[in-house]
Every structure is written in C-alpha cells, then in structure tokens.
Nanobody, 125 residues
Framework: QLQLAESGGGLVQPGGSLRLSCAAS????????IGWFRQAPGKEREGVSC????????NYADSVKGRFTISRDISNETVYLQMNNLRPEDTAVYYC??????????????????WGQGTQVTVSS
C-alpha cells in the first residue's frame, strides 16, 4: 500500500515562504496524480492544489493562485508545493494525497486513494 509522507512545514512570518514535499515509501509517486489539501482548526478540509499524473495539468484554489506552485520531480519521485507570500489564513495542517487516476481534482476527497499524515504550517508574526 502506498504510504505518503509530507515534510517542510513549520512556522513562518507573513510574507515568507515554505516548500512542502510529498514522498512515498514502498512505491513510486510517479504513477499517481497528487493533490495538496489543508485543514485549519474548526474549518473544513479544502483543496489547495493538484497535479496530474503527467504533470501537464495543475489546478489551484482561488485563494492560493499566484502564490503557490505545485510541481513534481520524476527523478526524485517527489511532489512539491512551493508556497510564497504566506498569509496567516494559510495556517493549517497540509496533507498530500494520491490517486491512481490520471487527472486530479480539488473538490472530491474520495477521489484520492491514499493520504499522508499531514504537516503543520503556521503563519504568524
């Protein structure tokens, strides 16, 4: 079974940057479309960004467009979420998820087959 692990979270000041990584054990991520999701305390989980299996298609939530960039490194079998100009409202636990489908979606959580444990991102001065 695919096991995902997120890393790169932490505490950053508003306007700062972080890069989250999503990697897999036992199997390669290169055969899956990947999504990033987040959940803040007291709020529902929301889709942040996703990338198709081929990497040709990406999708972003309106709240992060122009600030976040998703990418995949085939050689390192890793998917990244570069987060720039972070805001306090970006504070949440961030999860990566994998689907065997070729395309990715942000609004249907059951579309994804495997989920990581999450990494905390805190944006605060």
């Amino acid at each position: 079974q695919l096991q995902l692990a997120e890393s790169g979270g932490g505490l950053v000041q508003p306007g700062g940057s972080l890069r989250l990584s999503c990697a897999a054990s036992a199997f390669t991520l290169n055969y899956y479309a990947i999504g990033w999701f987040r959940q803040a305390p007291g709020k529902e989980r929301e889709g942040v960004s996703c990338i198709s299996l081929s990497g040709d298609m990406t999708n972003y939530a309106d709240s992060v467009k122009g600030r976040f960039t998703i990418s995949r490194d085939i050689s390192n079998e890793t998917v990244y979420l570069q987060m720039n100009n972070l805001r306090p409202e970006d504070t949440a636990v961030y999860y990566c998820a994998a689907t065997i489908q070729a395309m990715c979606v942000l609004t249907t959580f059951i579309y994804y087959d495997f989920w990581g444990q999450g990494t905390q991102v805190t944006v605060s001065s």
